[in-house]
């Protein structure tokens, strides 16, 4: 009976109304199809055509960020009071899990375009001039810490070695089977640093034995610890989190 | 003739194109940057909570990142078109002023006693002036503190005036749920003012009779 009703009140209005009604309907729907694609299991990241663009947009803020990088500013520094403690571990792996590396018989091997390639060991790089830094560590992740870290400025330690620093990428194999890469610019500023001790003792395994290297304009994972080797290169190196989908640049 | 002319004035322009085209735009991007914000947030929740995995987009942190660093550009190049007609057209002046703190008060109220009359769609009512510039400062604060968080070292100066990365952080959050907050408010009251939907669209609207 009621449905009668409606049905009859519904013929008395115009068929422009009705029309209007079924606009309306589809838009909604459409509307409503597009928000259920977005929160459904449907993940449109994984469509390729969406992962190519997401990809040229991650390559486009690679570029945009080194120009927005100004090698003459420096990362804030911190009273030692400011000083998280303790500093946060954090690797892909958990913290039993970390890689212990013998230091009497370790040797940094150097590779690509580099002049002197001659491998160093612990007491020769620790026989360098020294510098320190307290710094904010920020995790890609969000969370952020402060820590001291000493070591050889990076930019000192190319020249000696005579890199080539017109090369584009300076980049680095851990023991742990990470690796990451850094452009030749973040390389060569001055806060970038090869670091062997933090908080004034050697570096402990778990913050990266025997050496990490410390970029402060950089996230954390552009930081590598436990280095073994290291290259100069113009082929874009990757690495570990950046194959995965990690920005390449992630400068701060 | 007449009859054609008599249709024409029945209908009265009350959305320029370039607002709808940059809204649906803004909508879009909007939509991008919250949900592919909640994935972020969810790797290190500032808060004692994660949100559901079903709202957020990007499937994992580097996905959410992508997309997030993706649409920023949308949101802010769009943002930018919109800001720039508001204020040379003298859109903003005409549809968002005069606006008091008593109209205010007074018109959302009635709007939560349900007795807000919304009769002329040409004319933006003191609530929805109030939640239209609120939804435009949040935007602004949103792409401020984001790019402070992005780049705490080369736009430290930025980064200072909002607490530090830390800081920005908060400021972040909290300028997302206003946001938030105000658009969900948005789509209710377009739910219950149906007629307005389609006037984003078209630009008309009926004159009220």
């Avoid at chain 1, 947009?57 to 100004?70: E, I, K, P």
């Avoid at chain 1, 000192?156 to 851990?174: E, I, N, S």
């Avoid at chain 1, 954390?220 to 080797?229: R, Y």
């Avoid at chain 2, 993706?70 to 968002?96: D, E, P, Q, T």
Wanted: with cysteine.
């Amino acid at each position: 009976m009621k449905k009668r009703t409606m049905e009859s009140s519904l013929a008395e209005h115009s068929p422009r109304l009705i029309r209007s009604i079924e606009r309306r309907l589809f838009l909604r729907q459409g509307l409503s199809l597009g928000a259920l694609a977005m929160l459904s299991g449907c993940n449109p990241t994984d469509d390729e055509g969406v992962q190519k663009l997401l990809t040229g947009m991650s390559r486009w803020n690679d570029r945009a960020q080194a120009w927005l990088f100004n090698p003459n500013k420096l990362a804030p520094e911190y009273p030692e009071s400011a000083i998280t403690t303790p500093f946060p571990f954090n690797a892909f792996y958990g913290q039993d899990e970390v890689p212990i590396v013998d230091g009497k018989g370790y040797k940094l091997e150097l590779a690509g375009m580099i002049r002197e390639k001659k491998p160093w060991t612990l007491p020769e790089l620790y026989a360098l001039p020294q510098t320190s830094q307290i710094t904010r560590h920020i995790c890609v992740e969000g969370w952020s810490a402060i820590g001291k870290w000493s070591g050889v400025r990076f930019s000192d330690f190319l020249a000696r070695v005579g890199a080539d620093t017109t090369a584009k990428y300076v980049g680095f194999k851990c023991s742990d089977d990470y690796s990451s890469s850094i452009d030749m610019a973040t390389a060569l500023h001055p806060q970038t640093l090869l670091t062997f001790r933090y908080a004034d003792q050697i570096l402990p395994p778990e913050y990266g034995f025997p050496m990490k290297l410390r970029v402060p304009t950089k996230l954390g994972f552009k930081n590598p610890k436990h280095i073994m080797s290291m290259f100069v290169t113009n082929e874009y190196p990757g690495g570990y989190w950046e194959d995965q989908g990690y920005n390449w640049y992630s400068g701060s | 003739m007449e009859a054609a002319e008599q249709g024409r004035s029945d209908w009265m322009k009350i959305h320029p194109l370039v607002v709808r085209v940059t809204h649906w735009i803004n909508a879009f991007a909007i939509l991008i940057m919250v949900t592919s914000g909640w994935q972020i947030y969810n790797a290190s929740p500032l808060f004692p909570f994660r949100f559901p995995r079903e709202i957020t987009l990007g499937g994992w942190l580097a996905g959410g990142i992508q997309w997030h660093f993706a649409a920023m550009w949308l949101l802010v190049m769009n943002g930018l078109v919109y800001l720039a007609y508001g204020i040379v057209s003298g859109h903003f002046r005409r549809k968002f002023f005069p606006i008091t703190p008593g109209a205010i008060f007074r018109d959302v109220k009635d709007a939560l006693r349900g007795k807000l009359a919304h009769d002329d769609l040409s004319m933006y009512n003191a609530a929805q002036r109030a939640a239209y510039i609120a939804i435009i400062l949040c935007a602004v604060v949103l792409v401020l503190s984001g790019m402070a968080i992005w780049k705490p070292v080369q736009m430290q100066e930025l980064a200072g005036l909002l607490g530090g990365y830390e800081g920005a952080r908060r400021v972040h959050f909290i300028a997302m749920s206003l946001l938030v907050f105000i658009v969900l408010v948005h789509i209710v009251m377009v739910a219950l003012v149906p007629r307005t939907l389609p006037t984003m669209f078209t630009g008309r609207a009926r004159r009220p009779s």
